[in-house]
């Protein structure tokens, strides 16, 4: 299994650049979701989705849109980059039921200037 | 809501010392609650869950934390610190309520001085 799996690694985006962060999971989890960590506030959920063709909001959803075609995949995307969305941005994903442990991504470390 | 307190964002150990890490949930009900820690440049990997079993939980490298539901805490310790364990801890809640979303706490970075 390769586990949770995210491209690309480092990106770098100039203001107002849209982009997709890739993930994609091989474990047959239902739930899914994005974190973005940032210095001294730990990780903040983005979006999250607990099947395909199913999507919700997290905590801090503005800028950011998600879709769950695949129990596989579950990109997101930047519509419009702001120096704000410079971060570090993980995925995770587990089985929706049971003892929720998740399993994190290596991350996609983000510049927006 | 669910938030998480952690207390100290930097907490430095001799090795070979005890490591305790701190941390405080706020939760109406009993949530499942977990330790990950994070290596430089790389993702989170769970240390450890309490899930409604056993109070003191065992997870890997030689951590345990102690679910203490009247004072709200879940505590990481290790009785003696290797170099090998600097990194940067956080605790997360989830809630009981069908969804699988974590709210982590803003995380306490060890540094063990040999």
């Known amino acids: 299994n390769a586990g949770v799996t995210q491209t690309p690694k480092f990106q770098v985006l100039k203001t107002g650049q849209s982009m997709t962060l890739q993930c994609a999971q091989d474990?047959?989890?239902?739930?899914m979701s994005w974190y973005r960590q940032d210095p001294g506030m730990g990780l903040r959920l983005i979006h999250y989705?607990?099947?395909?063709?199913?999507?919700d909001q997290g905590e801090v959803p503005n800028g950011y849109n998600v879709s769950r075609s695949t129990t596989e995949d579950f990109p997101l995307r930047l519509l419009s980059a702001a120096p704000s969305q410079t971060s570090v941005y993980f995925c995770?994903?587990?089985?929706?039921?049971?003892?929720?442990?998740?399993?994190f991504g290596p991350g996609t470390r983000l510049t927006v200037t | 809501a669910q938030s998480v307190t952690q207390l100290g964002s930097h907490v430095s150990v001799s090795e070979g010392a005890l490591v305790l890490l701190r941390c405080n949930y706020s939760s109406s009900v009993p949530p499942y609650l977990f330790w990950y820690v994070q290596y430089p440049n790389q993702g989170l990997q769970l240390l450890l869950k309490?899930?409604?079993?056993?109070?003191l939980v065992k997870g890997i490298n030689g951590f345990e934390a102690e679910f203490k539901k009247s004072e709200t805490s879940f505590h990481l310790t290790k009785p003696s610190a290797h170099m090998s364990d600097a990194a940067e801890y956080f605790c997360a809640v989830s809630e009981q309520d069908g969804a699988n979303n974590l709210f982590f706490g803003t995380g306490t970075r060890l540094t063990v001085i040999p």
């Open positions: 474990m047959n989890h239902e739930y």
């Open positions: 309490y899930t409604s079993a056993a109070t």
């Open positions: 989705s607990v099947g395909a063709g199913i999507t």
């Open positions: 995770a994903s587990s089985f929706a039921s049971g003892t929720y442990e998740q399993y």
